[in-house]
């Protein structure tokens, strides 16, 4: 599994990718993270709003930071769990 924040590098967007990584590890699902800086990328997934969330290349979250909880409900359904 992929997971990539799309963002600047804000507050926002390391709170989002410690969110992702707990909500993974607490799955037990190995991920590969990236972060995603460059706008003209970001725009490429479509996204007005960072932060940004996509798993597996599909935009999950955007314009907010996701809390584990509802990190953890999409990697369920993305990992088949």
């Known amino acids: 599994m992929v997971i990539k924040v799309l ?3 804000c507050a926002n967007c390391k709170r989002l990718m410690e969110n992702a990584k707990k909500a ?3 799955l037990g699902i190995e991920a590969q993270f990236e972060e995603v800086k ?3 990328k970001i725009l490429g997934y479509g996204v007005m709003r960072t932060p940004a969330l996509v798993v597996n ?14 990190i953890k409900e999409v990697l369920k359904k993305e990992a088949g769990k």
């Not at 599909?58 to 930071?65: A, D, P, Q, Y």
């Open 7 to 9: 963002g600047g590098g």
């Open 24 to 26: 993974s590890e607490e």
């Open 38 to 40: 460059d706008y003209e």
């Open 57 to 70: 290349e599909k935009v999950i979250f955007s314009g907010r930071v996701a809390g584990v909880e509802e």
